[in-house]
């Protein structure tokens, strides 16, 4: 997480900022590009992910900008940045370290890379594509699948499909394949390469998209040069006008990203108005160095001056997603944009803490899936909750607790993660320790998505069950809330009571025998 200590007014505020990078590959591309192992030492994702942290902290030792004094709110305001570990996750790492067996050198290796909490990845245009004849894609986006969908990698990677528009029906049935088997959560199109740049307004595209808004999958598109991205803007215009028209209950489900338009585009207005549409977004990689700074500033005013809040009531920064495009780009480029986000000159222009968030992270949860469709069981059938209990809130607290249960359960093959959601607090301004853990059964694949929740802060925690009658919540829930009430009441119907690591293994074992 990145994490900022704010001091106005006499008075001191922490602001933590889930970081998420909207565009890497996975796979190996036919021009030579390889991203095997996301794991892998020097190479890998993650030691990308810790290279950039490192370019940071040297660049603020260099420019003096781990710390300034701007205005923010019309008041003067220190800002310092650090680097912190998301909670969960880490506890995770730690209670694995301490089991010394599978998994425990997780905690060693993530140290390095506190400040980017999950990536997008998608494939490239693999050499083992085609390899499968039911779509294109279709041996790319297992690869993908097998790497995102199980623990260790599911808890820092999202899985992006790839598929191409022109197989027709094919590429249709591999969204859906994608999303309702291999699980992942968005889809990757890449014209250029798959070699329909000059069909990108055509239909078969606009089908594709059609059918990822009815799984609710942001679609990322890849550009080079500004017609693609003209193209792009008028195929998102009369895919929301089909859905308009035929079916309106899929437009919020309808989201774009076009790649890379900032770069060779800052001051280019047509491109502007292309992001700037409902259900579209845009993502920054390629744009670094003072560009990226130049971007901002004039990307900002230009939204201001023409009062582009009305389109969709958005404001500018929840058009954006930071993006690294790792590995074509390298840590250098992710540095160079990165510092132009964070920087004295960001806030000096009319940037602020809001505007950090939405870009680093927040507008990609926001248009994932699972944010936007319920999250339950598909059946009814009803599994007990566990309860632990820890009144005194001796060390460990009933939520560690929790955590070391969960460790030892993946450790012994009962559980598995297939992905996690945060959880946030009333709006999505914060978010809090509570989390949405999809989890499986590694011997018959059958998921149980769960709900890890501190009833009383420290003291209770609650590992419950999702079923088809209970859904989770994003935002929480208020105890004292008539529905709220209800969803607690239909969960302790069936429960176990824990008070202990030992208890709460017993009881979570149970829950997986169901």
């Known amino acids: 997480m990145l994490t900022a200590t704010i001091e106005q007014e006499g008075k001191t505020r922490i602001e933590n900022i889930f970081v998420i990078d909207a565009h890497s590959h996975l ?28 370019r940071l902290k040297s660049e603020w030792v260099k420019n003096g900008e781990q710390s300034f004094r701007t205005s923010m709110d019309g008041k003067s305001t220190k800002i310092t940045w650090s680097f912190n570990p998301y909670p969960f996750t880490d506890k995770l790492y730690i209670a694995l370290e301490a089991l010394g067996k599978r998994y425990s050198d997780l905690k060693e290796k993530s140290k390095f890379y506190s400040f980017i909490d999950q990536g997008v990845v998608f494939p490239f245009q693999d050499v083992f594509r085609d390899k499968h004849p039911e779509a294109l894609y ?69 089908k594709v998209l059609i059918e990822a808004a009815s799984h609710s999958m942001p679609v990322l598109f890849d550009t080079r040069g500004r017609g693609s991205i003209l193209d792009i803007a008028e195929l998102i215009r009369s895919t929301r006008t089909t859905l308009a ?53 004039d990307f900002r005013k230009w939204f201001k001056a023409q009062n582009k809040i009305r389109v969709d009531n958005r404001d500018w920064s929840e058009y954006l997603l930071y993006a690294s495009d790792y590995p074509y780009f390298g840590d250098v480029h992710a540095q160079r944009l990165l510092i132009y986000i964070v920087n004295k000159q960001f806030f000096d222009t009319g940037g602020n803490i809001k505007d950090i968030r939405n870009i680093m992270g927040l507008n990609q949860i926001k248009i994932l899936p699972e944010y ?26 009933s939520y560690e607790i929790a955590i070391k249960a969960l460790a030892k359960l993946i450790v012994d093959n009962k559980v598995d993660i297939k992905k ?95």
């Open 27 to 54: 796979g190996e591309d036919v021009d030579g590009a390889i991203m095997m192992n996301p794991l892998a030492p020097g190479t890998g994702t993650f030691d990308f992910w810790g290279n950039v942290q490192g």
């Open 245 to 297: 028209q035929h079916y309106p209950e899929l437009l919020p489900h309808f989201k774009v990203i076009i790649a890379h338009f900032a770069q060779g585009n800052i001051g280019d207005y047509e491109v502007y108005n292309a992001i700037v549409q409902p259900n579209t977004y845009g993502d920054l990689s390629m744009l670094h160095g003072e560009g990226a700074g130049n971007f901002f500033e």
């Open 138 to 206: 279709r041996a790319s986006n297992i690869n993908v699948s097998r790497f995102t969908t199980r623990f260790p990698f599911s808890m820092k990677l999202i899985g992006y499909a790839r598929c191409n528009p022109m197989e027709g029906e094919k590429a249709i049935k591999e969204v859906t394949y994608a999303r309702q088997v291999l699980g992942l959560r968005g889809l990757k199109l890449h014209p250029r390469s798959d070699r329909w740049i000059d069909n990108i307004k055509t239909t078969k595209p606009l």
């Open 420 to 514: 996690f959601c945060i959880q946030f607090k009333d709006t999505w301004d914060n978010f809090n320790d509570d989390i949405l853990l999809n989890t499986f059964k590694p011997t018959t694949k059958e998921e149980v998505p769960i709900m890890l929740t501190q009833f009383v802060k420290d003291q209770i925690t609650l590992f419950a069950p999702l079923n088809k009658e209970i859904a989770w919540n994003k935002f929480g829930y208020k105890y004292f809330n008539p529905k709220d009430r209800a969803f607690f009441t239909s969960i302790f119907k069936q429960n176990y009571l824990a008070t202990d690591e030992n208890q709460t293994v017993s009881c979570l074992t149970q829950i997986f025998q169901q």
């Open 372 to 397: 936007n469709l319920p999250q339950n069981k598909n059946n009814g059938s009803s599994i007990p909750c566990t309860l632990i209990s820890n009144p005194l809130r001796s060390n460990p607290t």
